[in-house]
Structures are given as C-alpha cells and as structure tokens.
Nanobody, 126 residues
Framework: QLQASGGGLVQPGGSLRLSCVVS????????VGWFRQAPGKEREGVSC????????YYADSVKGRFTISGDAAQNTVYLQMDSLNPEDTAVYYC?????????????????????WGQGTLVTVSS
C-alpha cells in the first residue's frame, strides 16, 4: 500500500514536499514514481526513482525544480517541489512497481503499474 500526503495551497514561486509512505514493499526492491493529473488533462509522469535510489528521472516540465529522494529506513519517497507555478496544479499520485516498469510508465502517464496510492491535491494560486 502507498500513502501520499503533503499537498496543499501554495503561492506561485513557493515550495511543497510530498511524501509517499510505502507499506508491504521494500524500496530496495521496488521503484516509485510520481504522477499528476490536472483538471481536464491526461495523467502525466513527473518523476521516478529506481529501487535502491540510485537512478532518477524527471519530466522536462519539472526538471531543475523538483527533486525526488528516498528514505529506505522510513520506506518513504519524497518529492520536493520548488518554484511552483500554476501549471503544477494537479492531483499528485505515487505508484510502485519494478524499476523497468516505473521508468517506462513515467514516460507514458503511468498505465499498467501495479500499486497506487491515493492522490494529494496541489494547488498553486495567488
């Protein structure tokens, strides 16, 4: 099971940190990805981290602004989001699967992944 949290309302230029607590799976064996879906738009992949945390990926739209990290001891993956803008407004989801599937799915909107958390809403507005 995955539990996402940390969303909220933030002004443009602000920051938020999302958390994804993973239960029943080990981050040593499973990769985790973050996805988002804005109103009226398709779900898109944002970032992902490999099992063991050695490899990361970022979508072009968030590169340089978002940072993904994992804490194996807490079995938690974080998404630090800086320099937020209104286009980042969306429901954010985390998902877990084997590394190959996560990295492939992050480029394809997340289809086919086995484990999903509930979403957490991020609203960027003044």
């Amino acid at each position: 099971q995955l539990q996402a949290s940390g969303g909220g309302l933030v002004q443009p230029g602000g920051s938020l940190r999302l958390s994804c607590v993973v239960s029943g799976l080990s981050l040593d064996d499973y990769a985790v990805g973050w996805f988002r879906q804005a109103p009226g738009k398709e779900r898109e992949g944002v970032s992902c981290i490999s099992h063991g945390g050695e490899v990361t990926y970022y979508a072009d739209s968030v590169k340089g602004r978002f940072t993904i990290s994992g804490d194996a001891a807490q079995n938690t993956v974080y998404l630090q989001m800086d320099s937020l803008n209104p286009e980042d407004t969306a429901v954010y989801y985390c998902a877990a699967d084997i590394t190959h599937n996560i990295f492939l799915a992050t480029r394809r909107g997340g289809s086919g992944l086995r484990y999903w958390g509930q979403g957490t809403l991020v609203t960027v507005s003044s």
